[in-house]
């Protein structure tokens, strides 16, 4: 299985798309724009606790007020609290914990106005980004994550991943790990640290507690609510965290970026540094990999499934929920039976696809066809559960129910991904009624003539729909070439599918786009 990590740049930030095997398998938008990112610490602000909640609502910066609840402070606040204050009253640097004396953990069952109090300052990571109406959620137990390991302050624990199962493996790790952690750090190893040295174990090691004295050195210099410790950009927390063996090609079409992507790889992993290559093509990049016409495909309410069938996905504030149909595979099989089965194991692999394209939490509701032997409901089961193995999101699968209904939770920790693909009519703006379609060939020609004569460009590039840019380009001679010789300048059509039929944007020689 061939596995392609596409970067392209934005005006905003980039869009990331993981390929298998020239499938859309996970897609993510970065917004430069964007704060509250999984893994960012802050120096918050306690604004109010409420006791009813046994949580309290910290400031870090955020329009709404974040939500910190009792259970995520974590069993060693008052340590924390201790080395806050003493950093930022410059007692210590806390850039690293050797000899710092750690205090009692706080009682599990404890109350949140026993701990912290209003206006108090205290270290918060996020750990759900802000979704819908609400805002971030917090954790107090501080975690700094890394290719193979994650950093704890104020542990000592050395925990495996659980998906490491060969016992002599594991106790390598944790004797390896033991043996180099520095002191009042706790350390759990990630499932890809499985088989690695112990210098590129240790280079982890070092990376994450370099960014823990970074983040103390800025927190005698920060205010209430500014951010400390930053979580990597998520191109790069993608690579982190996905990075594998299987991996072909990783392809940007940014300078900048490409730099910035070569430069983590070389760090992380360098011998994968070769498969990092800048794009160049003349064709937008997520049109010439086909994942413009995918993304199109993949993020309707209606999705079809190989083979036949099709899901119809639709969402609420409390939950999704996913209704499988047959489609035309009615006929496909000998009986009903075994028509359901088929469609379904079909529909279970696309819904664990769906769940990772569009990134939806929570409560997923999916109703399967009725299927009445227990044998093929148990076989869904276990396919369904397979086919969500390779999920990064904690997730939970329950068996059908007797209505034919299967629950799925999975962690929500950022908005879903949506993308509008249903167009609103650039001519009628969503009325139902435009003027003739087939005049946009002749309005593309006009404005053509004026940028050519009147505003005398030397070098133009028009985008437009691929259905334009055949009329445009077919035939023996075709108009672009009659364009050549009226004008006796050679003008550059790029098709492009993210368009509506109706719209097209002139470019000048620099790529930028010409207002008209």
Request: glycine content about 6%; some cysteine; charged content about 30%.
């Amino acid at each position: 299985m061939s596995n392609e990590l596409i970067i392209n740049s934005t005006q905003n930030g980039c869009r990331i798309a993981l390929l298998k095997d020239k499938k859309l398998a996970e897609f993510h938008q970065d917004d430069d724009g964007h704060q509250f990112n999984v893994g960012d610490i802050y120096l918050g602000s306690v604004k109010k606790v409420v006791p009813g909640l046994n949580a309290a609502f910290v400031d870090i910066g955020y329009e709404k007020d974040a939500f910190l609840h009792y259970l995520d402070l974590g069993p060693q606040l008052q340590s924390l609290m201790k080395c806050t204050k003493q950093v930022l009253s410059g007692k210590i640097t806390g850039k690293n914990l050797n000899g710092f004396k750690r205090l009692p953990d706080i009682n599990k069952l404890g109350k949140m106005n026993q701990v912290l109090t209003k206006n108090q300052r205290v270290l918060v990571q996020v750990v759900k980004e802000p979704i819908s109406t609400k805002g971030p959620r917090l954790s107090s137990e501080l975690s700094i994550a890394g290719r193979y390991l994650v950093l704890v302050p104020f542990s000592d624990a050395v925990s495996v991943s659980k998906k490491i199962g060969d016992s002599n493996e594991r106790k390598r790790l944790l004797r390896l790990i033991t043996s180099i952690k520095p002191e009042n750090f706790g350390v759990i190893i990630r499932t890809v640290a499985s088989g690695k040295d112990v210098a590129e174990l240790d280079r982890d090691l070092s990376g994450l507690v370099e960014k823990w004295s970074s983040g103390m050195q800025k927190l005698k210099k920060v205010k209430p609510n500014e951010k400390v410790i930053g979580e990597m950009n998520r191109a790069n927390s993608i690579l982190r965290d996905v990075l594998n063996e299987s991996f072909d090609s990783i392809v940007v079409d940014d300078k900048e970026l490409y730099k910035d992507v070569k430069s983590f790889i070389h760090d992380i992993a360098p011998e994968k540094e070769k498969i990092v290559k800048l794009y160049t093509g003349r064709v937008k990049m997520f049109e010439s990999y086909g994942i413009e016409k995918q993304l199109k495909g993949l993020f309707g309410q209606s999705v079809s499934i190989d083979g036949g069938g099709y899901l119809i996905i639709e969402h609420t504030e409390a939950l999704h929920v996913v209704d499988v149909n047959s489609g035309n595979k009615s006929n496909a099989e000998d009986n009903q039976e075994n028509t359901a089965l088929k469609v379904n194991l079909d529909a279970a692999k696309e819904i664990a696809r769906q769940l990772r394209l569009r990134d939806m939490g929570g409560i997923i509701v999916v109703d399967f066809i009725d299927m009445r032997k227990a044998e093929n409901k148990k076989l869904l089961f276990q396919k369904m559960k397979d086919e969500m193995k390779t999920d990064r999101s904690k997730f939970t699968v329950l068996p059908l129910s007797k209505f034919g209904l299967m629950q799925i939770t999975r962690q929500r920790v950022r908005p879903e991904v949506d993308i509008k693909t249903r167009e609103v009519c650039p001519t009628c703006d969503g009325t139902g009624k435009i003027t003739a379609s087939i005049l946009v060939t002749d309005q593309v020609e006009k404005d053509l003539e004026h940028l050519l004569m009147k505003q005398n460009e030397k070098k133009l590039t028009i985008s437009l729909h691929p259905y334009l840019y055949a009329f445009f380009t077919k035939g023996l001679i075709s108009r672009q070439w009659k364009w050549y010789f009226k004008y006796r300048r050679w003008v550059n059509l790029v098709e492009d599918s993210s368009v509506p039929i109706t719209q097209y944007n002139f470019l000048n020689g620099l790529g930028e786009e010409i207002e008209l």
